[in-house]
């Protein structure tokens, strides 16, 4: 209809204003987002996720840009990242100090008030991370790189060792702070905050979150080199 083919063209005119790189909004529900429990999805529900995204959360001169891996189908299913029950990111991000308390996922909005945001190397959801490919990865590196340039975060933080060795083009990188910067922002790998998926032999991710949280105040008034 004439009322549906309007909305559509508005949704996608919000969904580019975020920052994406692809003209179509993830799913329906994303324009839905409230400070308010989500449905807990359904089986059929997860399964239509599949291939679906969630819109970035993300805005000029953040002084962190988290960036996942990808999406998984129980976050594309409710349209709010990290989502799924036992996902470690949001607990993590308050033991790091980053946050007051530790936020439910539907809150997440609450982060840019905290000049914090969160983007995913490949915007398509998957049941596992493995699902990708390599060539995915590197060109979600160029992707984020766009992104970079666009919105300028102080720090970059890629949530994922093996991704991020592969997308960069960096087989031997460790966790924590990278040498090399990335646009004109810092870069930190972090490890993963998926619930089934081990930290890559680090022996406290907290303690390594912590430590990055600990370089913001200090460096906060200089450009990351």
Do not use: M
Not at 209 to 219: C, D, L, N, V
């Amino acid at each position: 209809s004439a009322a549906g083919s309007r909305a559509g063209e508005r949704d996608r005119s919000i969904w580019k204003s975020h920052g994406a790189d692809r003209a179509d909004p993830p799913s329906a529900n994303w324009r839905r987002r409230t400070a308010s429990p989500p449905r807990r999805p359904t089986k059929p529900d997860l399964a239509d996720a599949v291939g679906r995204s969630v819109a970035d959360l993300i805005a000029p001169d953040l002084h962190v840009l988290f960036c996942g891996i990808n999406p998984g189908l129980y976050s594309a299913a409710t349209g709010h990242h990290f989502a799924r029950p036992g996902n470690r990111f949001w607990p993590s991000l308050h033991a790091a100090g980053f946050t007051a308390r530790i936020l439910h996922a539907w809150e997440e909005r609450e982060l840019l008030t905290d000049h914090l945001g969160i983007t995913n190397l490949v915007a398509r959801a998957t049941v596992a991370a493995a699902e990708l490919s390599a060539d995915e990865l590197v060109d979600g590196r160029a992707i984020l790189l766009r992104k970079v340039h666009k919105f300028r975060p102080r720090w970059v933080a890629v949530l994922g060792i093996g991704a991020y060795r592969l997308a960069f083009a960096e087989p031997k990188a460790n966790p924590g702070r990278q040498a090399s910067s990335f646009g004109s922002a810092g870069l930190w790998v972090l490890p993963t905050p998926a619930g089934s998926t081990p930290a890559h032999h680090v022996r406290d991710p907290r303690a390594l979150s912590r430590r990055f949280a600990g370089a913001q105040p200090q460096e906060s008034g200089a450009e990351p080199p």
